[in-house]
Structures are given as structure tokens and as C-alpha cells.
């Protein structure tokens, strides 16, 4: 069973920048991505990745702020976000699965799941 290992995260103020890690053991996915689930609220989608990059697919809510990035000798995503503000508070899990574009994991759920790390905004 493959193994989504995330590193990164933690407090920021609102208006900074954060980055979370996720690195894949033993398995080489198509398709790396993150979800984030805020308290009270439903599970979302956030970014996706293809190998290669060369399908990526961001949600509307991050657009423009968050960048995800790949490193498939690593088996490692990035992603990094930008101009965070307290609605980008929840925790974020690195997903994983054999999508041939970044759209289609946005549409499903995943099978694969890091265990999560956390990511406030606040001041």
C-alpha cells in the first residue's frame, strides 16, 4: 500500500505564504493533488497534477494564489500558497491516483490519502 507522506504547513498570518510536501512511497501515481476540509464544512478539492505537469487544475477559490508543482524523480507535489487569508484555514491532504488529466481527480475522490497537516490563518 502506497504511502502519501505530507510535510509543511502550520500558522501564517493573513496575506502570507505557506508550502506543503507531499512525497509518495513505493508508488509512482499519474495524478498527485490536495483536498482540504475546513471544521464544519465539506471536503473540497484544491489542486491536481499530472506527470510531467502537463495536466494541472486549480479549484476557483485558490486560482491565482496557489501553485502546485511536481517533482516525479521525487515522487513529490508542492503545493505552494500565496495571499492566504482565514477562509484557506483546514486541513489539507495530498491525494493520490491514476487520472490522465488534473480535471478528472477534481471530480472524484481519490484512493489514495495522506493522513493531513494542518493549515491556520490568522492573525
Known amino acids: 500500500q502506497a504511502q502519501l507522506v505530507e510535510s509543511g504547513g502550520g500558522l501564517v498570518h493573513p496575506g502570507g505564504s505557506l508550502s506543503v510536501s507531499c512525497t509518495s512511497s513505493?508508488?509512482?501515481?499519474?495524478?498527485m493533488g490536495w483536498f482540504r476540509q475546513a471544521p464544519g464544512k465539506e471536503r473540497e478539492f484544491v489542486a491536481a497534477?499530472?506527470?510531467?505537469?502537463?495536466?494541472?487544475h486549480y479549484s476557483d477559490s485558490v486560482r491565482g494564489r496557489f501553485f502546485i508543482s511536481r517533482d516525479d524523480d521525487k515522487n513529490t507535489v508542492t503545493l505552494q500558497m500565496n495571499s492566504l487569508s482565514p477562509e484557506d484555514t483546514a486541513m489539507y491532504y495530498c491525494v493520490a491516483g491514476g487520472y490522465l488529466t488534473a480535471q478528472a481527480m477534481a471530480r472524484d475522490t481519490p484512493s489514495y490519502w495522506g493522513q493531513g497537516t494542518q493549515v491556520s490563518v490568522s492573525s
Open positions: 497534477i499530472t506527470w510531467r505537469s502537463r495536466s494541472v
Open positions: 513505493e508508488q509512482t501515481f499519474n495524478c
